[in-house]
């Protein structure tokens, strides 16, 4: 388990250690071709294939997607069931890529409101890629922030129930290892594309103290150079973690 950077300074270099991405603009790039929006996420899975190459090779170790919402749920059922169908599609072909390239791949969010279908490809997807370690990537699908919170609450709660009468007891290094990304650092750099400047409920814990890098670049055609323009901004970035810039030049 990882300490949150609320307590501990984390590591750090110049390419992040961990990379969380909001894909944003599918629907709007297909709408600017005159297609339909479901064309656009289907686009979309090139992208997803360049960006986990490009962060294997540029020594990223863990990335995390937000592909599916808790709120999402709320789009018309024909994007939302074209969405379902394209998950199934990419575990059921990708799988052995990702494991050809060293790939382990986790779900976080909460699987128990999709088909048992998919419910199984994940769980299979997940077993297959266990033992891969050359990249961490996580698909956040069906997942809030919040829900995250609620959800990490309720099992500490469930597992030390004598916390109810000492609420004292209740810290960030108790609620850690029960949130969906306590096996990953926290993120060091977050990227959306679209051109929307905020987070919209994914990795609210998490984010505290990651560099927000916002993009006008709509997801499909997110590449490689996008990704080093980002790369190159957060080396730009002084990462204090609460210090003063004195103390960084201190080495402190």
């Known amino acids: 388990m990882h300490k949150s950077s609320t307590l501990a300074v984390p590591e750090h270099s110049g390419v992040p250690r961990h990379l969380a991405i909001i894909m944003d603009g599918n629907g709007r790039w297909a709408t600017q071709r005159f297609l339909p929006r479901t064309a656009g996420h289907m686009r979309g899975v090139q992208a997803v ?7 294997g090779r540029r020594g990223v170790h863990y990335l995390t997607l937000f592909a599916f919402s808790s709120e999402n749920w709320r789009r018309p059922q024909e994007e939302v069931s074209l969405l379902m169908r394209l998950f199934v599609q990419t575990l059921e072909k990708e ?7 060293g790939v382990r791949l986790r779900i976080v969010g909460d ?5 048992p279908r998919l419910q199984e490809l994940i769980r299979k997807a997940e077993e297959r890629t266990a033992q ?18 609620l959800q990490a609450m309720q099992r500490m709660v469930a597992a030390q129930p004598a916390l109810l009468a000492d609420p004292k007891g209740i810290d960030e290094e108790a609620l850690t290892p029960y949130l969906s990304m306590a096996f990953a ?12 400047q905020r987070i919209s409920n994914f990795l609210i814990w998490q984010l505290a103290y990651t560099e927000l890098y916002f993009t006008e670049r709509y997801w499909p055609d997110f590449n490689i150079q996008d990704i080093d323009a980002a790369f190159e901004w957060y080396r730009t970035r002084e990462r204090r973690f ?5 103390q960084l030049a201190g080495g402190v």
């Open 111 to 115: 699987i128990a409101a999709f088909e």
């Open 132 to 149: 891969n370690d050359a990249l961490h990537l996580t698909i956040a699908a069906n997942y809030g922030g919040r829900w995250d919170i």
């Open 49 to 55: 294939r360049r960006v986990v190459e490009a962060c």
């Open 185 to 196: 650092p926290e993120p060091d750099l977050f990227i959306r594309t679209g051109g929307e």
């Open 95 to 101: 799988v052995g890529k990702l494991c050809e390239q």
């Open 242 to 246: 609460g210090r003063t810039s004195a």
